[in-house]
């Protein structure tokens, strides 16, 4: 059976990405738009989805990909894109493009060890470089790609008694049978009329199925949009870039699904090079993990990642309400080590997890047991001196002893906590005779005058900022499983 997803991975090889793709993008490197900066964005597969919050930078980096190529010169009716044409500046955006800002291009050439480099960078008013862009035909489909006509105040609509015919274009029968596909009903035909009112001339598309026929002015808005946006891919010359802005909008999940597989075939045809923005898990999760990008801002900048997985995005974009792994620990003290230690490690995928305090290490054993038995995902990290079973997802915190006695035995943490509360965390342990590792935190409260929280976010705080790479084989571990 075919696999398209493999097929056009092998297609775009770098030794033989020129000859299926033309000379496509290899990497994009932006400097100074919209507050991202030194930002490198990788292109490893023909079609590159980049997922992230609302204001992540995502329709920054279609609209400076649709501005990488110059006008073919076989080309009459087309019109090329400049940088300037999506960052406009005004008294209410006097700043979307810093002074110093720069975009460089890498294409691909007939010499994979010697790709092109072209910069285009800012010069007063200027943009030298564009010159030296290859070219290509580049087509932007963003919201307005289709626009329902009763909303636009066609001609069609509004001069619809004086309306005339004029010449009618016809779609391939294997185009009508992908459209369809994604639709998901069956279409007698469809193509595009050409017609005219008071000597103007527009094109309206036409559906036949069931036995009628209507107009896209009686279509819904997701069967319009695919309809404009499958025809200007299948239309389009060969190896063309195109920019899709959430092509998701107003589709069933089943056509998301299946608009995504079009995707990988429409470039596995015809040699197409597609960057789109979206928030749909399901068009993510159809695609492989090589055209899966999430991007994130934050206080600290912008950064891309890399091959992350649809569900570890959506649990992102859903602010946590859908967790990808659940973490089964012992108690309280163990969640809120792994949290922070998390925090300080990998702060991206705490959005992803889910951690438990079940009870004792039986308890963690079969909490995880049932929940991977009803399809959910989970692990579970015990203590360290219960040991680990992988291949019943059972691990285990580093080091030998139960956490709370590797945090309030570690010298840092003993030094914190005299010179803090004035205990001494031997003569404490040993003249209270302490034996349940569960009751460290309860005695230092109480010797501390303070709330057992307090002492523990205390401890961990002190010991999570001595610690090293101990806890970076775990973490690896969880990212694995995401």
């Known amino acids: 059976m075919a696999n398209n997803k493999v097929d056009l991975l092998k297609k775009y090889t770098e030794k033989s990405r020129y000859s299926n793709f033309g000379p496509c993008i290899r990497k994009i490197h932006i400097d100074g738009f919209r507050g991202i900066r030194n930002l490198d964005l990788i292109l490893d597969y023909p079609i590159t989805a980049i997922s992230g ?15 990488a190529y110059k006008k073919p010169s076989t080309a009459t009716e ?13 008294p209410a955006d006097p700043k979307p493009i810093s002074d110093d800002a720069k975009i460089v291009y890498t294409y691909e050439t007939d010499d994979h060890k010697k790709p092109q480099e072209v910069t285009v960078s800012r010069a007063n008013s200027a943009w030298p470089g564009y010159k030296r862009q290859p070219e290509r035909h580049c087509y932007y489909v963003g919201f307005t790609v289709y626009i329902p006509k009763v909303e636009r105040r066609d001609l069609s609509v ?7 015919f004029t010449e009618k274009r ?7 049978k992908k459209m369809a596909k994604i639709i998901g009903h069956k279409y007698d035909d469809v193509s595009f009329q050409g017609v005219s009112h008071k000597e103007k001339e527009s094109e309206i598309g036409i559906a036949s199925r069931l036995g009628y026929s209507y107009s896209e002015n009686n279509m819904g808005f997701g069967e319009g949009r695919i309809l404009y946006t499958i025809d200007q891919l299948e239309t389009s010359p060969e190896q063309s870039l195109f920019i899709l802005e959430e092509p998701e909008t107003s589709l069933h999940e089943s056509a998301q699904h299946e608009f995504a597989k079009y995707l990988i075939d429409v470039c596995l045809r015809r040699g197409h090079q597609i960057i789109l923005s979206t928030h749909s898990s399901v068009i993510l999760n159809a695609l492989p993990p090589e055209a899966r990008k999430l991007i994130l801002r934050n206080e600290s900048g912008v950064e891309i990642k890399n091959k992350i997985s649809a569900s570890h995005i959506r649990s992102i974009l859903s602010s946590g309400h859908s967790r990808e792994l659940d973490i089964c620990v012992e108690d309280i003290f163990s969640k809120v080590l792994l949290t922070e230690i998390i925090r300080l490690k990998k702060k991206e995928i705490l959005k992803s997890i889910a951690i438990h305090d079940i009870g004792d290490k039986d308890a963690v054993r079969e909490a995880t047991q049932i929940l991977n038995k009803t399809g959910k995902k989970a692990i579970a990290v015990r203590d360290a001196d219960v040991g680990e079973d992988k291949k019943t997802h059972l691990f285990s915190f580093p080091g030998s002893f139960p956490p709370e006695i590797e945090v309030f035995q570690n010298t840092q943490v003993k030094i914190a906590l005299q010179e803090k509360y004035d205990i001494d965390m031997d003569w404490l342990l040993e ?9 460290i935190a309860k005695h230092v409260a109480k010797e501390a005058e303070t709330e057992e929280e307090v002492i523990r976010n205390y401890a961990i705080e002190k010991y999570t900022g001595v610690i090293s790479n101990e806890f970076d084989k775990l973490i690896s571990t969880i990212e694995k499983y995401l």
């Open 53 to 67: 919050l609302n204001g992540a930078g995502k329709s920054t980096l279609g609209q400076l990909a649709v501005c």
């Open 78 to 90: 087309y019109k090329r894109q400049y940088i300037k044409d999506f960052f406009p500046i005004s």
């Open 158 to 164: 509004y001069g619809g008694s004086t309306l005339k």
């Open 170 to 176: 016809e779609i391939e029968k294997e185009v009508i």
């Open 431 to 439: 003249r209270d005779e302490i034996k349940d590792h569960h009751k």
